[in-house]
């Protein structure tokens, strides 16, 4: 998001009173009050959840009793371990026994967590789709909430971006795009519109085929109703992905995520993160940069990722640099669709390389752009400052 955000990580705008008295999970009246009952709405995706309830006794055994070694990531909700349970009964087992899945761990340090947590639950308990991580089931006990996920085999696209010794091929790139244009989409054509509203690739999941899906719903919103535009709310979010008009005026419209969604292709093609502070000065923001070549072919073709050794369709490279133009429109009215992008990644993942387009983006020179150590020096938003204080996601001071 913008300069107001102080740092990306998972705190929410207001605050929830978490109980610090003992919950018994086998409380059912407490768990509907707090979880919510969710029945079929008649629509594609929309489905009554059979969510898992755990004991925390479950996931610790699960997971090795969280052990350090276990642990996927870390974000503001908490930390991510990977843990096995039974195939068919989810009861704890062996590592390598039965199925991998990824249990999510609040801080219990943090006063968002409650709230995030329900967050998850509402929203992935009630939409199932094949571009969202599901949700298999989830634990409430004391101050303890921890959600179940399935396990991504490929971690994030984040990783695989910036972290990642293999750089990914055009073709995956695109397809991994579609495939979370895809679930973008799906949310906001439901018939209680949802908005994502932290779209970034660290959210970005992938199995073992590179197939995408959206994870981390702690911020999502429904969408505005009875006919209005937009809904107001508390600026939340990753510094770099959010909108202008969001961090401008709280105004969080669908095509919010649009705009979103055109920050994450542009790191895609380009290879470079929205925000890094270990860039030359010019350079700290991709969008401000690099939106200046989109338009130009010859500009165009020098921030193209040369990891990818000039292995990529100049017609589509040309495509989805119009396309990132057209999802970083100031006005959201002048923002595709998600649909609208989903139609025009898939004209571009048909496009194929031609063998000497290849040879001929080799011999351009892109000094001017990836300085030595340019992806080497890459920092996580998670530990980028700005004026001395730590970026995080909060509300604008």
């Known amino acids: 998001m913008g300069s107001c955000f102080p740092k990306p990580v998972n705190n929410l705008s207001t605050t929830t009173h978490v109980p610090t008295s003992s919950v018994s999970i086998s409380d059912d009246k407490k768990k509907e009050a707090m979880i919510g009952k969710h029945t079929s709405a008649g629509g594609e995706g929309i489905v009554t959840p059979k969510l898992k309830s755990f ?8 997971t090795k009793n969280f052990r350090p070694d276990t642990m996927l990531g870390e974000g503001g909700f908490g930390r991510v371990f990977k843990g096995w349970v039974d ?4 009861a704890p087992s062996k590592a390598g026994v039965g199925i991998a899945v990824a249990v999510k761990k609040s801080n219990t340090d943090s006063p968002q967590g409650l709230k995030e947590w329900k967050a998850e639950v509402d929203f992935l308990g ?3 789709h094949s571009n969202l991580v599901k949700l298999v089931g989830y634990c409430w006990e ?7 996920y399935e396990y991504m085999q490929r971690g994030s696209l984040e990783n695989h971006l910036f972290k990642s010794r ?5 073709s995956t790139r695109i397809k991994i795009a579609t495939g979370a244009a895809q679930g973008l989409a799906f949310l906001h054509t439901t018939e209680k519109t949802v908005i994502y509203r932290d779209f970034k690739s660290a959210n970005i999941l992938l199995d073992t085929d590179f197939n995408a899906k959206l994870s981390d719903f702690g911020l999502a919103k429904l969408g505005p109703s009875n006919g209005a535009s937009h809904v107001s709310t508390g600026v939340v979010g990753t510094y770099g992905y959010a909108a202008p008009e969001y961090i401008a005026t ?5 095509k919010s995520d649009v705009y979103g969604f ?3 292709l542009l790191e895609m093609i380009t290879g470079l993160r929205v925000v890094d502070t270990n860039r030359p000065g010019s350079r700290h923001n991709l969008v401000d940069w690099a939106r200046p070549a989109l338009p130009d072919k010859r500009k165009l073709q020098k921030i193209i990722d040369p990891r990818l050794e000039g292995d990529y369709p100049s017609k589509g490279a040309r495509k989805t640099a119009d396309l990132i133009l057209r999802c970083l429109e100031h006005d959201p009215k002048n923002r595709p669709s998600m649909e609208e992008v989903v139609m025009s990644l898939q004209e571009i993942s048909a496009i194929e390389t031609k063998p000497k387009e290849a040879r001929a983006h080799k011999t351009e020179p892109t000094g001017s752009h990836h300085v030595r150590g340019y992806h080497s020096t890459h920092q996580s938003p998670l530990h980028m400052k700005q004026g001395g204080r730590p970026i995080e996601r909060s509300p604008v001071r």
């Open 250 to 254: 709280g105004h969080l419209y669908v």
């Open 142 to 148: 004391d101050r303890e909430f921890l959600l179940v």
């Open 262 to 264: 055109g920050v994450v």
């Open 87 to 90: 195939g068919e009964t989810y």
């Open 166 to 170: 293999e750089p990914l091929p055009w």
């Open 55 to 62: 004991t925390y006794s479950e996931l610790r055994s699960a």
């Open 126 to 128: 009630k939409f199932s």
